[in-house]
Antibody
Framework: EVQLVESGGGLVKPGGSLRLSCVVS????????MSWVRRAPGKELEWVGR??????????DYAAPVKGRFTISRDDSKNTLYLQMNSLKIEDTAVYYC?????????????WGQGTLVTVSS | EIVLTQSPGTLSLTPGERATLSCRAS???????LGWYQQRPGQAPRLLIY???TRASGIPERFSGSGSGTDFTLTISRLEPEDFAVYYC????????????FGQGTKVEIK
């Protein structure tokens, strides 16, 4: 079974930075498109951004609320996805999930990690 | 920007009953890019349906999806105790920029 394990969450002050990691196993990570999705307390799921596989250009796309502040990257040698979060705001408080993103034409989020909690508070 | 509106917000049912969940898009969307997810308390979301009507691997037959255009439905034919959870619909849009939009969720609770 595909396994995704996020880490790196915690408490950070507004304006601070944090880097999340997601290790993927039992899946061909290098071929995978990956996304980060978050869920703020009491709110719905919100897509954060996506990175394509290197064979598809390795390009990234971001949701408007995080564009310019968050950066998604990947290390295929480590089967690891990253989310660098800078200039954090209180409204970035959420559980952050990494997901394997379908790239065969359906564009759904096939597999999800358990999530890591990010709390932005002074 | 596509907005997905799910209804009802909460559905109170008993095990064995049929659940019908609605997802309405603010404009016509491709059914190819419509998915449904289940999130149980304290767990990660799980893909149930893709392409509006195709069950994901390992998903029981009691889950079915239908719809086209702006109106989509997730039906659970007979609720099992483990089906009481929150359900989200999701739509992929490619233009002008890629985005994955989610509905606000429907909570199916035990009556």
């Amino acid at each position: 079974e595909v396994q995704l394990v996020e880490s790196g969450g915690g408490l950070v002050k507004p304006g601070g930075s944090l880097r999340l990691s997601c290790v993927v196993s039992r899946f061909t990570f290098s071929n995978a498109w990956m996304s980060w999705v978050r869920r703020a307390p009491g709110k719905e799921l919100e897509w954060v951004g996506r990175i394509k596989s290197k064979s598809n250009g390795g390009t990234t796309d971001y949701a408007a609320p995080v564009k310019g502040r968050f950066t998604i990257s990947r290390d295929d040698s480590k089967n690891t996805l990253y989310l660098q979060m800078n200039s954090l705001k209180i409204e970035d408080t959420a559980v952050y999930y990494c997901t394997v993103t379908d790239n065969s034409g359906w564009h759904v989020l096939d597999y999800w990690g358990q999530g890591t909690l990010v709390t932005v508070s002074s | 920007e596509i907005v997905l509106t799910q209804s009802p917000g909460t559905l109170s049912l008993t095990p064995g009953e049929r659940a019908t969940l609605s997802c309405r898009a603010s404009q016509s969307v491709s059914s190819t890019y419509l998915g449904w997810y289940q999130q149980r308390p304290g767990q990660a979301p799980r893909l149930l349906i893709y392409g509006a009507s195709t069950r994901a691997s390992g998903i029981p037959e009691r889950f079915s999806g239908s719809g086209s255009g702006t109106d989509f439905t997730l039906t659970i034919s007979r609720l099992e105790p483990e089906d009481f959870a929150v359900y989200y619909c999701q739509q992929y849009g490619a233009s002008p920029l890629p985005t994955y939009a989610f509905g606000q969720g429907t909570k199916v609770e035990i009556k």
